[in-house]
């Protein structure tokens, strides 16, 4: 997905895997030092008798499965049998095969309740015998040799679609990327882009296209099922105010057809 590379977006998910072929879907893995793509970012150091591979993953869907709703708000290294700090979740064990996480140092991170204009942590990477971080990165601990740097971002505001004037048609539920919303926020003609703009079109696209009331609606009408005097209180939505109220711009088609 296109907001995976854009490090302006808030981190919403983050887990430790073995294997970087086990990146759980719509995760990335952070696989490489920063600066230099011949090195890998393993977290983990091999002991003498095994290799033992940990690999940070990272995701900014929102939202993820289940509805989550939630930001990465910051990131603390601390020893490995610290406490960690209050409202901090430690990353123990792999996502893929819930084996130890890393060892002599844990990433410990704190995610909280996404809210437009709050803090968050937007991007990580790890640095190599490198002391100064890069521009708008800041280093917040050692692991495994590694220089561990995160980008701090605000939420960006999130423009939630506003309910049906009527309850004749169900309130359908807007799964549009979230990358994608922000970028149409951002643009000041987004009603003109991403909506109908002219009502006198309208004729022709409802024309020929029956419209009936749901039975349910009706229980107290005992007149024809089209016989609409009794539900004045009820507004029909038109083209126009169906393009207002539920925008799609078909961008996932569109992005699957380009790959192909």
């Known amino acids: 997905m296109s907001s995976m590379n854009d490090t302006s977006l808030p981190i919403t998910g983050i887990c430790l895997v073995s294997k970087p072929d086990n990146v759980p879907t719509g995760y990335e893995c952070i696989r490489k030092v920063y600066g230099e793509p011949s090195r890998d970012a393993d977290l983990m150091a091999d002991s003498m008798l095994e290799r033992k591979d940990r690999f940070l993953c990272i995701t900014r869907i929102f939202p993820l499965a289940g509805n989550k709703a939630f930001v990465l708000e910051d990131v603390k290294i601390i020893n490995e049998r610290d406490?960690?700090?209050?409202?901090?979740t430690p990353l123990n064990e792999t996502i893929d095969t819930r084996a130890k996480g890393t060892s002599k140092r844990t990433i410990c991170v704190r995610l909280a309740?996404?809210?437009a204009g709050m803090k968050c942590v937007c991007d990580i990477i790890?640095?190599?015998?490198?002391?100064?971080?890069?521009q708008f990165y800041t280093l917040i601990g050692d692991i495994n040799g590694f220089q561990m740097c995160t980008k701090e971002g605000t939420v960006p505001p999130f423009r939630a679609i506003p309910p049906p004037p009527s309850n004749i048609y169900p309130n359908p539920t807007h799964h549009q990327p979230y990358a994608q919303t922000q970028r149409q926020n951002s643009k000041d003609d987004y009603a003109n882009m991403y909506t109908?703009?002219?009502?006198?079109?309208?004729?022709?696209i409802l024309d020929g296209i029956p419209f009936t009331i749901n039975p349910i609606y009706l229980a107290g009408n005992r007149n024809s099922a089209n016989d609409l005097s009794g539900l004045d209180s009820y507004r029909i939505l038109s083209a126009y105010d169906i393009e207002q109220y539920y925008p799609y711009d078909f961008h996932l088609e569109r992005h699957s057809l380009s790959s192909l």
């Open 83 to 88: 406490v960690p700090p209050q409202n901090y």
């Open 113 to 115: 309740e996404r809210q």
């Open 126 to 134: 790890f640095l190599y015998r490198q002391k100064r971080p890069p």
């Open 196 to 204: 109908l703009g002219k009502k006198s079109e309208e004729k022709d």
